[in-house]
């Protein structure tokens, strides 16, 4: 039973089966990540310009010890998971039509986040690492975060970079929310267009949110 | 509409190949005289009688019924499978919607699972080869059984019934920018799935037939969505989504 599941999933159906999923707790990640991230930022309720709601939510998550390695451990897993996916569909895609068409022209249901999902993926899986050596692996931000973080976003090149990379998860999600939706095999023409607008907006918010943080650090705080 | 001096003239790019180890090109033909009436693959006809009685060897193309319903014809024009109409195969194409002076492109499907037999022609066994995975019911084989013998509801006999209208022409996979036929296979499990009679088969077909997708070298969906836009019978890409799930309750309850 689990051999022949194992198969399954292994299947380009399966696969993309595990690949909408995946996107699906990754976009749950995010916003824990947004929501912790804004206590930066003066929010009423929020956070606060000397990052104290941060460095207290640090602590809170550090607080569960050997439990954050785990959800750390669980988090990888799922970025593995779906970054190996999506590699693995997109070099199996590009084989699928070794000679392509002299003339292309498309119908216009594929849209800017469709048809770039490889190259926003790939930016988005080195800006990950970029962004793990910047903050998860330097000493610096354990010692006193929000601290760390201001000093960061203080240098513009760090803050257009992670300003830029906002957008990229934001055309990202532009497809990926949606296209999730009909991978996991969910479509309804009653709820379809209502996914599709949710999708994008979904992805607004979170590139809006993102950007936010650098944009405060650059321009507003100190 | 046409002139009384003459009809359209065309410049036809055509993908030629002499066979399936040739590297093929595109070649241009002109054409003189076009009838706006006629339809796309009569002025195919009309090249090839040029072409035959200058001594030269016609353009291979595939047709049959030539009234959209066999889904033999498979020509991707200007880029589009089956040209720009909505929900029309090439046969049922008419050279009223081009213009006079226009130049046309013609090019065979393109997939690696669909290989260029001859100039325009594909082989698109790999279809067959899906059905014959799982493309059928089992039926008694005694005395013709009665009709309406097995109540089947009505929503459930029309979804049947729209993916039924597949003609399983390759439209789907030459349309995907990844060459995936998942709104083929798709239409073929949901027309039987959604019958009673298909009840049986259910999850043997969706698992089987998804296994021989893959064998045959199709690519993956990732959701463009041109499949459907470009069905030229309106097979929503909602059936994608269908055998996902079908596919998915079939590989929990294997055993
Ligand atoms: S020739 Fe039969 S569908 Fe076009």
Redesign the pocket.
């Given at each position: 039973m689990l051999r022949s599941l194992g198969n399954a999933l292994a299947s380009s159906v399966g696969r993309k089966l595990v690949l909408g999923a995946t996107g699906f707790l990754l976009v749950g990640f995010l916003l824990e990540h947004l929501h912790g991230n804004l206590k930066l930022t003066p929010i009423p309720g929020l956070g606060d310009a000397e990052g104290e709601k941060f460095d207290t939510y640090v602590e809170f998550l550090k607080s569960f010890g050997a439990g954050l390695y785990l959800a750390e451990i669980g988090l990888l897993l799922l970025f593995v998971a779906h970054i190996v996916i999506a590699l693995k569909l997109a070099m199996e895609n590009r084989e699928a039509r070794k000679q392509g068409y002299v003339v292309r022209s498309d119908r216009g249901a594929k849209t800017v986040g469709s048809a770039s999902m490889h190259v926003t993926g790939a930016l988005l899986l080195l800006y990950l690492i970029k962004h793990l050596l910047d903050f998860r692996f330097d000493a610096g931000f354990h010692e006193s975060p929000a601290a760390f973080v201001a000093e960061t976003l203080s240098q513009p090149v760090q803050a257009l970079i992670y300003i830029a990379v906002s957008v990229v998860i934001g055309i990202h999600l532009s497809h990926g929310f949606r296209s999730a939706f009909q991978s996991v095999g969910f479509s309804h023409p009653r709820w379809n267009p209502l996914l599709v607008v949710t999708g994008r907006a979904l992805a607004a918010v979170i590139a809006l949110g993102f950007a936010w943080i650098p944009i405060y650090f650059l321009f507003f705080h100190g | 509409m046409s002139d009384e001096s003459s009809g359209m003239h065309l410049t036809l790019e055509i993908w030629r190949q002499d066979d399936a180890d040739d590297r093929g090109r595109m070649e241009t033909y002109h054409l003189d005289d076009v009838s706006p009436d006629m339809s796309f693959?009569e002025m195919l006809d009309v090249l090839n009688e040029q072409l035959i009685s200058g001594g030269r060897e016609p353009v291979a193309f595939?047709?049959?019924?030539?009234?959209?319903?066999?889904?033999?014809?498979?020509l991707v024009i200007d880029g589009k499978a089956h040209g720009a109409d909505a929900e029309t195969?090439?046969?049922?194409l008419h050279m009223r919607r081009f213009k006079d002076g226009d130049t046309i492109h013609v090019e065979p499907w393109r997939a690696n699972a669909f290989p260029v037999v001859r100039d325009l022609v594909v082989d698109r066994s790999a279809f067959d080869r899906i059905i014959a995975r799982g493309g059928y019911v089992s039926v008694g084989t005694g005395s013709a059984p009665d009709a309406n013998a097995i109540p089947v509801p009505k929503d459930r006999a029309e979804s049947s019934f729209e993916a039924a209208a597949c003609?399983g022409?390759g439209a789907c996979v030459a349309a995907c920018p990844n060459a995936s036929a998942m709104l083929f296979v798709a239409a073929k499990i949901a027309h039987l799935s959604h019958l009673p009679q298909g009840a049986p088969e259910r999850d043997r077909r969706v698992l089987a037939m998804v296994d021989q997708m893959d064998r045959e070298g199709f690519g993956n969906c990732t959701n463009h969505f041109e499949c459907g836009a470009a069905c030229?019978k309106g097979i929503e890409v909602e059936t994608i989504a269908r055998m996902n799930r079908e596919f998915l309750s079939a590989a929990l309850r294997e055993r």
């Open positions: - | 693959l595939d047709h049959d019924c030539r009234e959209g319903i066999c889904g033999a014809c498979s195969t090439v046969c049922q003609i022409c030229p």
